[in-house]
């Protein structure tokens, strides 16, 4: 079907709000924007302009898939997260506005000058190369046991020119061994394999990067049961987890011996990160 921007987007946001989304609209603009490779104001700045018979075709292929719940940063190839554009594809989380609690309670821990940073389970490098950016000086390794995800990081690093980031393949600490780290920070799988959040969007998402055993606990023990022995006198380990999560978290690090265990709060007031230090600071 071909017809103006105006016609087109008008068309989409019906098909969209039978489908699995609340934004309609800004989906179908999100959408037909990236496929015309212009900006949303263009757009609402040339309702008029007539869609060639292909951009059409695409741009409609695009809207059916948004309306079956695929993610539209699986559509567009990309995300912003930090004031970045991060490539994404189906084989990484899409990074969430929430993780830059993540970021931020990092950053406001670490020493000044260079250190040394560990981020487990980097995805697509969202945390990782947040990190280095703020802090050039400093050296970030970044690992994930998935190696499409180790690919889509390296090309993030690539384009933002993120030298200061070493990318390795790693079940959790493995590929690590004998170092030691400033600062550990995670974003681990927590999501219960019952929660019924998985019926949703986030059943594109790789599965194994959401889901965890043991009510979705069983990956955030691992890493503050396992992550001592890596982290120098004084650092700190930084965890994001689910808000109903943040008693039996905190309770985990104790257990592993961090103090001044401390549970920050999202912008949505919910208790969405966790941290702790280790003996030296």
């Not at 309609?24 to 490779?37: F, N, P, S």
């Not at 050296?139 to 995800?149: E, G, K, M, N, Y």
């Not at 390296?154 to 993120?162: I, S, Y």
């Amino acid at each position: 079907m071909t017809g103006s921007i105006s016609r087109s987007l008008g068309r989409a946001t019906e098909i969209l709000r039978e489908g699995e989304t609340d934004t309609a609209r800004l989906d179908a603009e999100v959408l037909l924007a990236h496929q015309l490779g212009k900006g949303r104001a263009w757009l609402l700045a040339h309702p008029d302009n007539v869609l060639a018979d292909a951009e059409s075709r695409a741009f409609f292929r695009q809207v059916g898939e948004r309306a079956r719940g695929m993610p539209v940063a699986y559509l567009i190839g990309h995300r912003e997260f930090w004031s970045m554009r991060l490539q994404v594809t189906p084989d990484v989380l899409i990074p969430r506005p929430e993780t830059e609690l993540l970021v931020e309670q990092g950053l406001a821990r670490l020493p000044a000058g260079a250190s040394r940073i560990l981020d487990l389970g980097t995805g697509c490098g969202a945390i990782a190369l947040a990190v280095a950016r703020e802090r050039p000086e400093s050296r970030i390794t970044a690992v994930d046991r998935s190696l499409p995800a180790i690919g889509v990081a390296r090309m993030n690093a690539a384009r933002l020119g993120a030298a200061n980031v070493r990318l390795l393949v790693s079940d959790w600490f493995s590929a690590v061994a004998g170092e030691r780290f400033d600062l550990v920070l995670a974003n681990p799988p927590y999501v219960d394999a019952d929660d019924p959040c998985l019926l949703g969007g986030v059943r594109h998402e790789p599965a194994d990067a959401l889901v965890a055993g043991k009510g979705g606990l069983a990956d955030l023990g691992t890493v503050i049961a396992s992550a001592p022995p890596f982290i120098m006198p004084g650092g700190h380990l930084i965890l994001e987890h689910g808000y109903e999560q943040a008693a039996a978290v905190a309770e985990m690090f104790g257990d592993a011996g961090f103090f001044r265990v401390e549970t920050l709060h999202d912008l949505a007031g919910l208790p969405r990160v966790t941290c702790g230090g280790l003996a030296g600071c």
